[in-house]
């Protein structure tokens, strides 16, 4: 009886146990399933109504498409929350490298503190320093300000950044990119995807001194506040001064808020006085984009709508512009169920202007825009010189683009972002409802020269972006030559 008792006994602890397993592996099993499922759903619908999938020549979409989809399924194999699954998930969309493809999630169990080692790097030209230090850390060696870091974990830092950061947290691998991600590489955001840091070695005084991390709870808010300054600098404010009888004009922005759009107005209507001073500064740095119909009535009130004409096959303003766009009625019947009520708004009013045709043709000067002065006969233009940083992008980029194809227009400062073949995102729920995917249904068909590619400066600004002062010697500088 005794013995028989004990077995009861043991069987008893044996079945808890067994539970216990059988129920972590089901959890696990849970989480597999649903990021497998949300994995799928967004492979099917980049594959039969996202616009790069209509793009036979898009190898790397097609490639990665089901490539990155083998690797993050066999990511999702090791899932056991939804801070996993967020992880994946993006590990997945952001692989195909495209703007206007990414992810929004609505779990916010990731919105908890970060770590950090009480420091952050910049890039600076092409060395990554360390950009911040909190006063209140002690390292057994002290951590400078401007101090080169060089390895991170053995690896050459630039390697890391490229192959190790970047595949995770960018979407495309541009220098313009590295200096945004750069006061990230020393963040821990608890990704499962990517090992935390052991040691940094650093490059003083011509010697090469290892440190060991000590890591940090920080507020995600205050780290956000620390990162974007560190990269790039704060934005300018829109608006415009005189200065050694030219014009400084700056425009952060071309989506102004409606505080931003008297001030903005203001600069369209004064573009036909700025004609007569002997230069044109536009400073854009920090501009992200916006619409055209902010960028546009620049150039054809500085200019005048004749001269832009004159310039006939030279000029992008001259030609048809032309977009494909997957906007069916099948497409709208297959994805409606997965949009709310505003998208489905948006693609209905899209459905209804490309009703008889998927590829639209539109002309520029057809098109109406805040214009004061664009019917001006123009003869005699000033120097114009385009101050771009590395967060120019989107309609910043086409006004860097159709500016330069302009006389008497010179880039300055840094190279900008690039410019995507796709555009005019939608977006759906995952089937989780962990999140929504934004995807793409415009392709552009005329002009697509230079996309996909960064415009760089005539003279390149090597020097620290958050020192105004120097920044503005640098550019009086050029204009003395």
Not at 134 to 144: E, F, L, Q, T
Request: hydrophobic content about 35%.
């Amino acid at each position: 009886m005794f013995l028989n008792n004990c077995t009861k006994i043991v069987i008893f602890f044996l079945s808890i146990i067994l539970s216990g397993c059988i129920t972590r592996q089901q959890v696990d099993n849970s989480w597999y399933s649903t990021t497998l499922n949300d994995l799928k759903f967004i492979k099917n619908i980049l594959a039969t109504h996202s616009a790069p999938a209509s793009n036979p020549q898009d190898h790397q979409f097609s490639d990665w498409l089901e490539k990155g989809f083998v690797k993050a399924n066999e990511h999702a194999k090791k899932a056991k929350n939804s801070d996993n699954h967020t992880d994946i998930l993006q590990f997945y969309v952001r692989g195909f490298k495209l703007d206007h493809l990414n992810l929004r999630f609505t779990d916010n169990s990731k919105l908890k503190d970060w770590l950090y080692p009480g420091f952050l790097i910049r890039l600076l030209g092409d060395r990554y320093v360390i950009g911040h230090v909190d006063p209140k850390i002690s390292y057994p060696h002290p951590i400078r300000s401007g101090s080169e870091v060089v390895e991170i974990d053995g690896k050459p830092i630039d390697f890391y950044m490229k192959n190790v950061f970047a595949s995770l947290y960018g979407n495309k691998y541009t220098k313009a990119e590295y200096i945004r991600l750069a006061p990230h590489l020393l963040i821990d955001k608890n990704n499962f995807l990517i090992k935390r840091p052991n040691e940094i070695t650093l490059f003083e005084d011509g010697k090469y001194k290892k440190i060991n991390l000590v890591w940090y709870p920080k507020e995600i808010d205050e780290l956000w506040s620390m990162t974007q300054p560190l990269a790039f600098g704060d934005k300018p404010s829109i608006g415009y001064e005189l200065i050694n009888n030219g014009v400084w004009i700056s425009l952060p922005n071309f989506d102004p808020s409606e505080k931003e759009k008297k001030k903005f107005i203001e600069i369209l209507k004064n573009l036909k006085k700025f004609r007569d001073y002997p230069f044109i500064i536009f400073d854009v740095r920090g501009n992200g984009g916006g619409s055209t119909d902010w960028q546009r009535p620049i150039l054809r009130n500085l200019y005048g709508d004749s001269f832009i004409k004159s310039l006939g096959v030279n000029h992008h303003y001259n030609h048809d512009w032309v977009k494909k766009i997957r906007m069916t009625p099948e497409n709208y019947n297959d994805l409606q169920k997965y949009m709310n009520e505003n998208e489905k708004k948006s693609f209905l009013s899209d459905l209804e202007h490309n009703r008889t045709h998927h590829i639209e043709k539109w002309n520029i000067f057809d098109e109406r825009e805040n214009l004061f002065s664009h019917q001006d006969e123009v003869k005699k233009f000033p120097k114009i010189y385009l101050l771009t940083d590395g967060r120019c992008s989107s309609t910043c980029w086409l006004f860097v683009r159709e500016m330069l194809q302009m006389p008497n227009v010179i880039q300055i400062g840094e190279e900008t972002n690039t410019q995507s073949l796709y555009s005019q995102s939608r977006t759906i729920d995952l089937p989780s409802a962990l999140g929504k995917l934004v995807f793409p249904m415009q392709e552009r068909v005329f002009p697509i020269d230079h996309i996909n590619q960064f415009f760089v400066p005539y003279i390149k600004y090597l020097g620290d972006w958050r020192d105004e002062e120097r920044l503005k010697k640098f550019v009086l500088g050029i204009l003395k030559h």
